[in-house]
């Protein structure tokens, strides 16, 4: 097996590392906090740690390095054969409350890879996300990819380093849809790009880069679009619905 590039001698063991890295990642980290994430494979005597750097000058809130190597971690070697080394499921829909959660390439619904997640709240309640993988590596260049609902009911919440929410809602139930939207600086990372101002129904993708002929040996995830939804009955997050909802997705978007 090919594995340059990685940090380990196999694809299981890749995933199960980076895995981990992003699991010891944690909103509630303060600037200059560190914690344990896992063992050196490198050196396998020393501990991976993790420090939360939120004005890192490459645009990763955390940093990963050895306490005895010193050997850095980056996040951007994991690339999409690695991401899909994973359990999912293919849908060609997601039902919500509010509709129905479609995956279109130029207009047409096409089928999408599907796992689920369950993110707990500081409280102990827990909110179960849909996250939505799309694999654009047969897509070419200006092909349009999008995933949201029918209908134009999504409004603006909130962002962050490389994701932004957009919510819809009634009298006692919220809906999310969180997509992908890293820095520009960083779109050469990746073979699409972000539609400026993503619409009321949903998030809009245009493929920039050939994706068969794109080099991914050194960026995070450059030929998967990942999202995530998930709705919570807002009267079970009281008093900050919005917030938590916002926090439960923006956990899975990275």
Same mark, same amino acid.
């Given at each position: ?14 995933i ?10 944690d909103y ?19 501990? &991976?740690l ?35 080394h ?55 260049t200006?092909?349009?990819v ?5 209908s ?8 962050d ?39 009321p ?38 008093p ?12 899975? &978007?990275?």
């Amino acid at each position: 097996m090919n594995t340059d590039g990685m940090y380990t001698d196999s694809l299981e063991k890749e995933i199960a590392l980076l895995t981990k890295l992003h699991l010891s990642w944690d909103y509630r980290m303060k600037a200059g906090d560190i914690k344990q994430a896992c063992e050196c494979p490198c050196c396998r005597s020393g501990i &991976i740690l993790t420090q939360y750097n939120p004005y890192n000058s490459c645009g990763y809130a955390y940093r990963h390095y050895c306490n005895q190597c010193g050997k850095e971690y980056d996040i951007g070697r994991l690339r999409s054969n690695v991401f899909f080394h994973r359990p999912y499921t293919v849908q060609k829909r997601l039902v919500t409350p509010f509709g129905e959660i479609k995956v279109k390439v130029n207009g047409k619904p096409v089928e999408f890879r599907f796992r689920n997640g369950t993110y707990t709240t500081q409280q102990g309640r827990p909110i179960r996300v849909k996250l939505i993988d799309i694999d654009v590596s047969n897509l070419k260049t200006d092909d349009h990819v999008f995933c949201g609902l029918d209908s134009p009911l999504f409004h603006y919440s909130d962002g962050d380093e490389r994701s932004v929410v957009y919510v819809c809602e009634d009298d006692t139930t919220m809906l999310g849809i969180c997509g992908y939207e890293p820095y520009e600086w960083e779109y050469k990372n990746h073979c699409f790009e972000p539609i400026q101002e993503f619409g009321p129904d949903g998030c809009d993708y245009k493929i920039t880069a050939e994706p068969s002929s794109f080099d991914e040996t050194r960026f995070y995830k450059s030929k998967v679009i990942c999202l995530a939804v998930a709705w919570i009955i807002k009267d079970e997050y009281y008093p900050e619905p919005e917030t938590e909802l916002f926090l439960a997705l923006t956990e899975f &978007i990275y």
